[in-house]
């Protein structure tokens, strides 16, 4: 592997992995912003996240790395919903808690696949699995009780966001590890 792909790939996980940390931030901050302007960030996130995503999927050979596609398909559906979000802003605010807990559950289900399937040694598997299945319960309670305010919403997406972050940063340089063997 020439030493640009490892180079870009890693900052651009980073990067994504800053940009969820940043988004929990802006949520925690002002929990009485309105779902419209978390709606808006979040619809950027996911296209610039799920644009970086792709790029690492398609660029990415890590010896041991199993069904690097899912980083691909995860990138290809929050590009979706970001421009959903985008071309459809009254609707989409609407709808944002939906749209955040399916988010949630399909982004928790990418990492559970992606975890499952690496070996034993993979680096911090089991904290990026946890990750993941937090993000799927997180989800479905989201879906099961989604109007139980928007300051309790907004902290519970500021919390998530910045624990996935933090994981996604934390399984970054797992790979920057593996990369290294």
């Not at 912003?33 to 398609?58: H, N, R």
């Not at 989604?146 to 940063?169: R, S």
Request: aromatic content about 14%; glycine content about 8%; some cysteine.
């Amino acid at each position: 592997m020439d030493k640009f792909s490892k180079y870009s790939n890693r900052w651009m996980q980073l990067f994504y992995s800053l940009l969820i940390f940043l988004f929990g931030l802006v949520a925690i901050i002002h929990p009485d912003a309105t779902l419209d302007i978390l709606a808006i960030f979040f619809s950027y996130i996911l296209l610039a996240g799920g644009f970086l995503q792709i790029i690492f999927s398609l660029t990415i050979k890590i010896r041991g790395l199993n069904k690097p596609w899912v980083f691909g398909l995860n990138g290809i559906i929050d590009m979706v919903i970001g421009i959903l979000i985008i071309v459809f802003p009254s609707k989409s605010i609407e709808l944002f808690v939906y749209i955040v807990a399916i988010w949630l559950i399909l982004f928790g289900v990418g990492q559970v696949v992606v975890m499952t399937s690496q070996p034993r040694k993979f680096p911090r598997k089991y904290l990026i699995l946890l990750c993941g299945i937090l993000l799927i319960v997180l989800g479905v309670s989201l879906l099961l009780n989604p109007y139980k305010g928007e300051t309790t919403l907004a902290y519970m997406i500021g919390v998530l966001a910045l624990i996935t972050g933090i994981v996604m940063f934390i399984r970054t340089l797992g790979l920057i590890q593996l990369e290294k063997r």
